[in-house]
């Protein structure tokens, strides 16, 4: 198991600490309290972060409740397709509903269907709140997805405390509750797992770049969906744990546009070599017509 610690300040969350950041100091605003110095960490913040654990097993047993009110465990969404796991809480007003709506939207923009080549499992990390909201938020988010049969791939879960507390140390993330504002302090976060519910990936934010997002899924899948180009585009862009993206690997870029420079070359000289040869049977065939 590859593991690297993110905290929320660090420069695989800076995006995320900067969002985090932002309702912490209007908590502290509200309620009189002045801000810590820059290089201390808002007592809020001391244990938020994402802490990644490519390659580990989520507990397939953890029991949940799904938007219609079964009992399920995660265990039941494994073995079919790769997945898209996201921490939420239903009553936040803030970062859970730009992560929800920034996923939505880059779902809509790959041509991956939810239900058909993976699925989404959104978890509620608050025990207080209910299958009911779970089904209220899925209606709202399926309905701004806006892709047939969605409904069958977006699962929204709430469960208890125990089974909560097992699933976001397995996927290390962690978050703080305040009391006073009623609110949780948390990064954000999707992590994208393979059809045997092993962490390939996370994406950091609240807005997913479709490309980072389709590479993901083909690479959890073990390219068994995807199409040919999506191949190149694996050799070209790696996923960088640093920064949650993939970037571009020139070296490997220029080795394939020198590939391609030689096809090319040498396709140009064969057809060359097939018109001269036609050019000089031809010429042949009209020396021994007129020997004749």
């Known amino acids: 198991m590859i593991g690297t610690k993110y905290n929320s300040i660090s420069a695989a969350g800076v995006v995320l600490a900067v969002t985090v950041l932002s309702l912490c100091a209007s908590a502290q605003i509200n309620s009189g309290i002045t801000s810590p110095p820059v290089n201390e960490r808002p007592p809020l913040l ?145 992590m994208v797992l393979t059809p045997q519910g092993r962490i390939s990936r996370y994406l950091y934010g609240v807005d997913f770049p479709p490309k980072d997002l389709r590479l993901g899924l083909v690479e959890a899948s073990q390219e068994k969906i995807g199409n040919p180009v999506d191949a190149v585009l694996l050799y070209c862009y790696h996923y960088n744990p640093e920064t949650g993206k993939y970037g571009a690997v020139i070296s490997n870029i220029l080795r394939l546009a020198g590939a391609v420079t030689i096809l090319i070359i040498g396709g140009m000289l064969l057809i060359l070599w097939r018109l001269d040869r036609s050019a000089t049977r031809k010429a042949e065939s009209k020396i021994s017509t007129y020997a004749q």
Request: net charge neutral.
């Open 46 to 190: 001391q244990n938020v972060g994402i802490e990644q654990h490519l390659d580990a097993q989520i507990p397939p047993d953890l029991a949940f409740v799904d938007d219609a009110g079964r009992p399920v465990k995660l265990g039941d969404y494994f073995g079919r397709k790769p997945l898209i796991l996201n921490l939420v809480y239903l009553n936040c007003t803030m970062l859970c509903g730009q992560e929800l709506a920034g996923l939505a939207s880059a779902m809509r923009l790959i041509k991956f269907d939810a239900g058909n080549e993976f699925e989404v499992i959104t978890v509620s990390f608050d025990p207080r709140e209910t299958p009911a909201m779970a089904a209220a938020k899925k209606k709202d988010y399926v309905g701004r997805y806006g892709r047939a049969n969605a409904a069958a791939g977006w699962h929204f879960l709430t469960g208890q405390a125990p089974a909560i507390d097992a699933l976001t140390k397995a996927v290390g993330f962690q978050y703080q509750y305040d009391s006073k504002t009623n609110q949780y302090a948390h990064a954000t976060a999707i």
